[in-house]
């Protein structure tokens, strides 16, 4: 069949009336249409380039936007010289959006000297009406722009674009809908984040992953189990539980469960090794779960456990809904269940009010607790959230001054804390061939440190027994025990 896609109005409407309305049928159907008139126009296979920005929420909707593109006849490129490129925004904090532009104005560059190619914006950051405002005004090369709650629809939307030649705008302020079972591309073969609920309901007040991301739901239990058992049976070892606030997980579901059971029903999947999970709150994580990760021989002895503050007053107006002494009790008791876990966390400074004495008190619990690491964040000001219009802004240089006392301190502490298995002969997953020595690989303990050891690429994906001979700070070097 040769498809007059110039001649767009009769082909278009056709294509329409035939279209399946359930999904993910619908999507199947319009990933095999984009593929006929990319064949017709590209001559064959198309080319596309993904740039993602921010968390692992976005990395993981980029390889479902992979998956889709492949099945739609494109091809993956390694830069944005291609026919389609697509930004996946992320808007948390303000330097987050200024990268986005920065590449916006590169690619323009390169359409203009090809043509035919494609540019796509979708993401968290297009969830601002302000955002898509601006590129509809100034950045009129922009193929098509979409939101986070309708990633699923790139096809229908690249099928749109292509047939009616113009701007396609597609963002919706939120859904109720988890579209299952589209195909997905993954990066790494042996390891896999899985999405388990999506959206926050929390507000913390500087915050605005709940506007752009919607409100929290669950997947059902039994999807994200089939969805392991499946990753498992193509040779993935290691999964990364993914959510906002996993441990509020479950409790909106028709037959509610908790997070820990979950956990429990991941566990006896045969063939994963091991299970890690993002991000918890602390103001939400059980005894329950404590439990089950000291039971467990699969969930990696790790928690990346956001503080954002050491000081009550601030946490308050951060609406955190836990105080400093609450939060040390909960590292207490997580650490007398295990004493060998290895805590990560996020801090923000320069919160609006935030005085010399609140900021000694972050100092304080980074000296009590000894994280293994710490990202440490400026506060950004994010209009629209209640942090925004808060009075008593901290100037500039009092903030850059604490930050830089923070990193010393955190960055002294983790290097001491790092150290603590040298010597020992550690489970590790191997990820990579090491870039920058040659007969070496790469790979992570369960607690995630990294170690470089001898070995080459057949040993990719697998779990091997090494023993660490020397601490480098913030990774080990070792050899392979047999
Ligand atoms: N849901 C996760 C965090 C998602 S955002 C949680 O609650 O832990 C990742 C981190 O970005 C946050 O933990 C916070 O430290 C930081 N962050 C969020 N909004 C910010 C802002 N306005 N300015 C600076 N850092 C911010
Ligand atoms: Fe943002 Fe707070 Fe939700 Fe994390 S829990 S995404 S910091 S609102
Ligand atoms: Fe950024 Fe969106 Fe994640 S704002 S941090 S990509 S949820």
Same mark, same amino acid.
Request: charged content about 30%; proline content about 3%.
């Given at each position: 069949?040769?498809i ?38 590209y001559g ?56 986005v532009y ?31 405002e ?16 309708n ?35 993954r990066?790494?073969?042996?390891k ?9 309901n ?81 103001k939400? !994580?059980?005894? &329950?779960?404590? /439990?089950?990760?000291? $039971? ?5 002895? #790790?928690?990346?456990? @956001? =503080? ?97 006392r !923070?990193?010393? &301190?955190?960055? /002294?502490?983790?290097? $001491? ?5 040298? #010597?020992?002969?550690? @489970? =590790? ?10 007969g070496?690989?790469?790979g ?5 440190t ?11 994906g ?17 050899r392979?025990?047999?």
């Amino acid at each position: 069949m040769t498809i007059k896609t110039d001649d767009t109005n009769y082909y278009r409407e056709k294509i329409l009336r035939e279209a399946p309305e359930t999904e993910p049928e619908r999507q199947l159907y319009f990933c095999e249409r984009v593929r006929e008139i990319v064949k017709e126009r590209y001559g064959g296979e198309a080319t596309f380039h993904i740039e993602t920005y921010g968390c692992q929420m976005n990395a993981k909707d980029s390889e479902k936007l992979a998956g889709l593109l492949l099945q739609a006849g494109f091809r993956e490129a390694e830069t944005e010289n291609a026919d389609f490129v697509l930004y996946n925004t992320c808007t948390v904090r303000e330097n987050a959006n200024q990268k986005v532009y920065g590449h916006l104005g590169y690619v323009h560059s390169l359409k203009n000297k090809r043509p035919s190619m494609l540019v796509g914006i979708c993401g968290c950051m297009m969830q601002e009406a302000e955002e898509v405002e601006k590129i509809k005004k100034s950045y009129r090369f922009v193929d098509i722009i979409f939101g986070t709650h309708n990633i699923f629809k790139l096809a229908e939307l690249l099928f749109d674009r292509l047939t009616t030649g113009h701007m396609e705008v597609d963002v919706w302020e939120g859904t109720t809908e988890v579209v299952e079972d589209l195909p997905a591309e993954r990066k790494y073969p042996f390891k896999s984040g899985v999405n388990i609920m999506f959206g926050c309901n929390n507000f913390c007040s500087y915050c605005i992953v709940p506007y752009v991301r919607g409100r929290e739901r669950s997947r059902e239990p039994e999807d994200i189990v089939a969805e392991i058992r499946k990753l498992a049976a193509d040779g993935v070892v290691e999964v990364m539980l993914l959510g906002q606030n996993v441990n509020s997980y479950g409790k909106t579901l028709d037959s509610p469960i908790s997070f820990a059971e979950l956990l429990r029903r991941v566990e006896k999947i045969d063939g994963i090794e091991r299970i890690r999970f993002m991000t918890s709150h602390p103001k939400d !994580l059980s005894d &329950e779960l404590i /439990q089950v990760m000291k $039971e467990s021989k699969k969930i990696c002895r #790790h928690l990346h456990l @956001p =503080v954002q503050s050491g000081s009550t007053e601030i946490l308050k107006k951060m609406n955190r809904r836990y105080t400093k002494e609450q939060y040390l009790d909960l590292v207490d008791r997580i650490r007398a269940a295990m004493p060998d876990i290895s805590l990560t966390t996020d801090i923000i400074v320069g919160f609006p009010g935030e005085t010399e004495e609140d900021f000694e008190d972050t100092l304080d619990v980074v000296r009590k607790v000894r994280y293994d690491s710490a990202f440490t964040f400026i506060y950004s000001k994010r209009s629209g959230t209640p942090a925004a219009a808060m009075e008593n802004q901290v100037p500039e240089a009092a903030v850059k001054e604490r930050f830089d006392r !923070l990193l010393k &301190e955190v960055q /002294q502490i983790s290097s $001491e804390v790092c150290c603590r298995d040298l #010597h020992t002969v550690q @489970p =590790v997953l191997v990820e990579e061939k090491n870039s920058h020595m040659d007969g070496y690989v790469t790979g992570r303990m369960g607690n995630n440190t990294l170690v470089h050891f001898p070995g080459d690429e057949s040993l990719i994906g697998a779990i091997v027994d090494v023993y660490l001979e020397e601490s480098k700070g913030f990774y080990y070097m070792g050899r392979q025990e047999v």
